[in-house]
T-cell receptor
Framework: DTEVTQTPKHLVMGMTNKKSLKCEQH?????MYWYKQKAKKPPELMFV???????INESVPSRFSPECPNSSLLNLHLHALQPEDSALYLC??????????????FGAGTRLSVL | TQLLEQSPQFLSIQEGENLTVYCNSS?????LQWYRQEPGEGPVLLVT?????EVKKLKRLTFQFGDARKDSSLHITAAQPGDTGLYLC????????FGPGTSLSVIP
């Protein structure tokens, strides 16, 4: 089983709303990731969690707030977003971030539209 | 800084044609992954290559890892409309690096 589950699949929100994206994996992976992807571009890394601790924040604006409640769950809290934040948000997990040869498995993504 | 380049960036071909997509870097990777992504969906892992010179086949898709583990190619034989998508290579070393992708359209 190499499944990473993301909810919701689609989200429309106003610039004053607060919403959360959720990600779950049961592969025993200890690393989880959030990526942002614009159309026909590669995924851009936002955050890396390793053993439930934030290891990388790629200078992401504070209106994006990640949370890792346990080793299987990863959330991304959204507040006061801008229209340019509209994108596909991808969650991924891997066995061990920084381990040579580590492979990331992706969820289907959340398509976010900010009005 | 590790970088991956992919070529071509865009490719539009007729059904039944063959094609090759390239992924190149000046860095050595311990392994390299190929993903295919359809619009609105997440990248789906196609293959991982680990050994320099390794060749892997997945039905009509053939993947090769360069001898020096710096580059890789993906060859598709007799392309079908279902092959349409964004093909991403990702090099794994101390961390994972993604290439910019090749957007493939196969016209019926």
């Amino acid at each position: 089983d190499t499944e990473v589950t993301q909810t919701p699949k689609h989200l429309v929100m106003g610039m004053t709303n607060k919403k959360s994206l959720k990600c779950e994996q049961h592969m025993g992976h200890r690393a989880m990731y959030w990526y942002k992807q614009k159309a026909k571009k590669p995924p851009e890394l936002m955050f890396v969690y390793s053993y439930e601790k934030l290891s990388i924040n790629e200078s992401v604006p504070s209106r994006f707030s990640p949370e890792c409640p346990n080793s299987s769950l990863l959330n991304l809290h959204l507040h006061a977003l801008q229209p340019e934040d509209s994108a596909l948000y991808l969650c991924a997990s891997s066995q061990d971030w920084g381990m040579r040869g580590d492979i990331q498995y992706f969820g289907a993504g959340t398509r976010l539209s900010v009005l | 800084t590790q970088l991956l380049e992919q070529s071509p960036q865009f490719l539009s071909i007729q059904e039944g044609e063959n094609l090759t997509v390239y992924c190149n870097s000046s860095s050595v990777f311990s392994s390299l992954q190929w993903y295919r992504q359809e619009p609105g969906e997440g990248p789906v892992l196609l293959v991982t290559v680990v050994t320099g010179g390794e060749v892997k086949k997945l039905k009509r898709l053939t993947f090769q890892f360069g001898d020096a583990r710096k580059d890789s190619s993906l060859h598709i034989t007799a392309a079908q409309p279902g092959d349409t998508g964004l093909y991403l290579c990702a090099g794994a070393g101390d961390k994972v690096i993604f290439g910019p992708g090749t957007s493939l359209s196969v016209i019926p």
